[in-house]
């Protein structure tokens, strides 16, 4: 061994580091380090080999220039995790300030997930995943770190009314699909149930026939059916299927989840629908009615439902009977159904037909009553003369319907309804729902058919009309309206009279114009036609009396004078007697007047009494109503 003193330090120093090797040799040890190390890339996931463990990290080796370190506590799912190992991770960094290599297996296993999601979705194949917590609509499930949305209606092929059952489950998924702006993965488990279901639901419907019984299980409920799962294949029971009785909503008589037993009615292959019943696995309940229930006997039940027409009666679940709104009352004017029976009601009722065969019956309910009109009394109650208190029930051009008892009408005619006003429709004098005071004036009881009047109540007042209104008298009248024809006047106490154009010329030429209020003089009165003709110009064209008598004796002189020379011509009267004739004709005249005028002032009293007592009536009468 040379001795280290006489070593040549300056030589040494002089060629530097490394100064010794040749080319070559320096070429080989490059080669031989390069072998040793690999070349990284930044964002990419390789494998590397654990060289060490600490407290706070693991020391892995992946082959750089320097060994790289990840937080232990990223390595929480692998407890064993030992020396020798191989793990994945994500490279971060090359090199950070510190001239340190940064790894991270979080981020490797992300984007491991990431490649197993987007591969499951291209090939069509299942993954597992742990259902983390339920949300708004569905399930977050955890798919190799992952959070995938698991909708509601995807988790089976029911419906799901409790999700969180499912929540800390292992559950088997297939993507759907998947969001790349917004990192979103949408994963379903009912397409793996469905495609167990298939060769299931195919074997079912290949054996399905009518008829057929089966059990299934309702998995949904609806106003007017029923879904039943009969394993694989959905079948609707209707509500009008699941009793004979009648009920409102399939949940009074069955639950969710409930297994039941039906029997297929009808399906359809191609659209694959499949229509059940649950009542038809049990005896009709016609077949089970008491033999005594027969045309004429007397029935209970219960109002079911209420028709404008009528009205149905159960008499046992299954069993019903039509009540025709005209078999509720002896009435011939319809009403509604709800004005005598509501639903719920428990009545009784007649048979009014049955069949047996068609199972359908018919009943009533206003013949557990007497016909009003085969009552005994029915002849002297409704009497012609008696007076009686109605209900105006419908009104017609013709006249009005009044009810004196339920199944009693009578008719009034429209010219029987007011002795003075032309009532040209009911409609002007009462209403439907008014009561009428009405006396009968014809009675048919096998024809059903009473005439009844309400003028007739009164005295006729135009036996006093004429000794008012007689031909001559003047009164003054109101023009209520005017047309071509004439003018309708309205007269004292309410009675209307008539003038022709000719009649309504004033005295200064012009016409007398609607709403003005004149005096008018009677020219005809007519009690059997109850009509009254005025007229204004009268009053001031018309003679004197003198003057008619002077042209009465003019047309009686030419006969005087016109007599035989020969024959001895009569005595001419004095002049005293002349006087006294006339006299005795003024006076006659005067006596007339007085007399009429007499009538007349009666007449007027009678008439204002009449109209007196009306008013007060009229008056007395919303107190008694009250």
Do not use: C
């Amino acid at each position: 061994m040379a001795n280290v003193d006489d070593f040549n330090w300056d030589q040494f120093e002089s060629q530097g580091f490394g100064g010794s090797y040749s080319a070559a040799q320096r070429a080989e040890l490059e080669q031989m380090y390069a072998d040793t190390l690999n070349t990284v890339q930044e964002e990419e996931v390789i494998k590397g080999t654990v060289v060490g463990i600490t407290d706070r990290d693991v020391i892995l080796n992946i082959g750089f220039k320097s060994d790289g370190l990840v937080p232990v506590s990223e390595f929480r799912d692998m407890p064993d995790l030992k020396i020798g190992d191989e793990v994945e991770v994500f490279i971060e960094d090359q090199e950070d300030p510190n001239g340190q290599l940064i790894l991270s297996r979080k981020k490797a296993k992300i984007v491991k997930a990431w490649e197993m999601i987007y591969g499951a979705l291209e090939n069509d194949t299942v993954l597992e995943g742990v259902v983390k917590r339920r949300t708004k609509g569905g399930l977050i499930t955890d798919l190799y770190g992952v959070e995938a949305f698991l909708p509601g209606s995807q988790i089976d092929v029911k419906p799901i009314r409790d999700f969180d059952i499912y929540v800390g489950r292992k559950m088997e998924v297939k993507v759907v699909k998947i969001n790349a702006a917004f990192d979103n993965v949408v994963v379903s488990h009912k397409v793996l149930i469905e495609k167990d279901l298939e060769q299931q639901r195919a074997a079912i419907l290949n054996n399905l026939e009518k008829g057929q019984v089966l059990e299934g299980v309702i998995k949904n409920m609806t106003n007017f059916g029923v879904f039943i799962d009969l394993g694989g294949v959905d079948g609707l029971l209707h509500i009008t299927d699941i009793s004979w009785g009648r009920i409102n909503h399939p949940q009074e008589v069955l639950e969710l989840d409930q297994k039941v037993n039906v029997v297929v009615l009808d399906f359809d292959d191609d659209k694959k629908r499949i229509s059940l019943g649950m009542k038809q696995l049990t005896a009709h309940p016609w077949d089970a009615l008491p033999a005594e229930v027969e045309v004429g006997s007397r029935v209970k039940g219960k109002i079911v439902n209420v028709a404008d027409y009528g009205a149905f009666l159960e008499l046992m679940p299954g069993v019903e009977g039509l009540i025709h709104v005209s078999e509720m009352s002896w009435s011939q004017h319809l009403r509604n159904p709800q004005d005598f029976i509501k639903q719920g009601d428990e009545i009784e009722a007649v048979v009014l037909t049955m069949d047996r065969n068609d199972r359908k019956m018919s009943l009533g309910i206003k013949q557990l009553t007497e016909d009003p009109w085969t009552k005994e009394d029915v002849l002297t109650k409704y009497a012609v003369g008696t007076k009686h208190t109605g209900v105006v029930r419908n009104l017609t051009n013709f006249g009005l319907f009044i009810e004196l008892e339920e199944g009693v009408d009578g008719l009034v005619h429209v010219s029987d309804l007011s002795w003075t006003k032309k009532i040209k429709h009911p409609s002007e004098f009462v209403k439907v729902g008014d009561k009428l005071d009405v006396v009968v004036l014809e009675l048919d009881a096998s024809a059903r058919r009473l005439a009844l009047g309400h003028k007739q109540l009164e005295e006729n007042p135009w036996d006093t009309f004429a000794t008012v209104f007689n031909v001559g008298s003047t009164h003054k009248a109101t023009v209520l309206e005017k047309s071509d024809r004439g003018a309708t006047l309205e007269l004292p106490y309410g009675i209307e009279g008539f003038s022709f154009p000719k009649g309504l010329t004033k005295e200064d030429g012009s016409a007398v114009e609607a709403g003005e209020q004149v005096e008018f003089k009677v020219t005809e009165f007519s009690k059997e036609d109850r009509k009254i003709i005025l007229s204004h110009t009268a009053m001031h064209t018309a003679q004197p009396e003198d003057a008619k008598r002077k042209k009465f004796e003019k047309k009686d002189a030419p006969a005087a004078a016109g007599a035989p020379k020969a024959a001895a011509a009569p005595t001419a009267p004095k002049k005293d007697e002349v006087r006294s004739t006339l006299g005795d004709l003024d006076a006659l005249s005067a006596l007339k007047d007085q007399m009429m005028e007499s009538e007349k002032e009666a007449g007027e009293k009678k008439l204002a009494a009449a109209a007196q007592a009306r008013a007060d009536k009229s008056t007395d009468a919303p107190e008694s109503a009250e």
